[in-house]
């Protein structure tokens, strides 16, 4: 065969962040509470799943996902006066079935509470049940290997082109807050919300700057059954250098690792400290060609599977509507909201959210007795955002940020973050195997071999400028193992120097 006909083979090494395994679970939490023999009827409990208490075990074949939740529930009594009790921390677990994977794997969960029934049971006491859906990816950063182009010989490939973010480095930072909070003698911390506000980042020259808010919400009970909700926040700066120069992007993630409550200053302050870390990826955006599939030659190919960073946004919006009291209350005691995100869609640059916002408006009627009102209104929110296209995922959070009540109307100002993410799924070839040893291409780095009657490995093994261990090796043979005619043998060349015999 001529030079002009020699296959050619070009191919890419590129570092990406894979997912290398993903699955979703269902748990189920139980829980009973003693409530007052006077109860009538339970309001829907207000559960909370701490960001902090969010651990990853991994096993033999296992991941265990282990979560806490925590959170108050209302009773009202034959009088329709309202009593608020502690939901006991309940722990939950999770195990999913997982292949091997190796030491660098990261682990990612997103839990959301996907529902709760609620009944009085028999003995004074209420039946909690919590229904939470735990979605968990593992991601490896790693160098994959592609096959980019081929021509000459009888080759024939089928090319494709997808965005890959190349990871150039990662790094990673903590920090610890303290935020102070007022506090009464009477009060008992009966959970804690965590969320991060306001983040946002740059990066020049392979350094990144990142601003933000922790956002916090401690629930608590006096001891005559009312219900308070304690509001903090600290703003924290973030500096961390990748140095490398040429990284001109990157994600960065904020995580809750540990957070603590303490009473300080003879009762009258508490302290919520709370340990962040955050984790940056610094990449490299960039459409590359692969070859899907080829004929002539047998090749090896892989799935791989990547989120592509899109973009995020950060949103206030105001939910307004009219409270329907039997009649006007004497006080307004407490407005406790709650957004549940329903349904998230992306479309061509901009952002659909679809949500239950619920309230419960503790107050104080004509004749001094505490009641609740109950109230649920749906919403739906559009959202510019560059980049966003039909197809991609949508990961939303809302954040109220406080609630009032006057004259028959609630208005409740609520922080929304989306983040777009690209799900990308494709097969490509990551190796060809040339069987005529005649027309091995330059850049292949390894090919199959046909045995031949009379071969040995000592002769395959001297044929192509190897060794027999580097054959043992790659084909799990031992020294024992003979060879048959027709049998396949892998040869890596691309750890020798092959010259066309």
Known sequence: M???????????????ETVVFSAEQEVTVPASIKIPDSTQYLLQPVLMLPKDKLSFFQGPGKIRVQGQLEGI????????QVHTLAVPALEFVAAFTAPALSPGVRFKADVQIDGVEVDQGEGDVANITAYIIINLWALQTQEVEMVSAVSGGSLRAETNSVRLQ????????QQTMTLHLPFQPDLAPAGTELCIGNLSWQVTEGRLTAAGLVLAKVYCLT????????????????ELDFDAPEIGESSLACAFEKASLVVVSEGTALELEVNLQATATGYREQMTEYVSSLTGADSQQRTIQLKNRIGEGEFKVTLEGNCPFASLPQAIDLVLPRVRIIESQALEGKILVRGLLTLNIYYTDDSGQRRVLVQEEEFSQFFDLEGSVRGYAVKPWAWPEGADCAEGRYTVPVLMRVEVIEEVEFTAVTDVHVVDPSQVPANASVILYMVKKGDSLFSVARRFNTTQELLWEYNGFSEQDGLEPGQKLIIPVYQTKFKVQ
């Not at 001529?2 to 990406?16: E, F, G, T």
């Not at 001891?223 to 973030?238: E, H, I, N, R, T």
Request: hydrophobic share 35%; charged share 30%.
């Open 2 to 16: 001529s030079s002009k006909d020699q296959a050619k083979v070009s191919r890419r090494r590129i570092n990406l």
């Open 73 to 80: 529930l209302s009773c009202v009594d034959s009088a329709e």
């Open 166 to 173: 190349q990871v150039i480095k990662e790094i990673g930072a």
């Open 223 to 238: 001891g005559d059954g009312d219900v308070k909700v304690l509001l903090g926040k600290q703003d924290f700066g973030l």
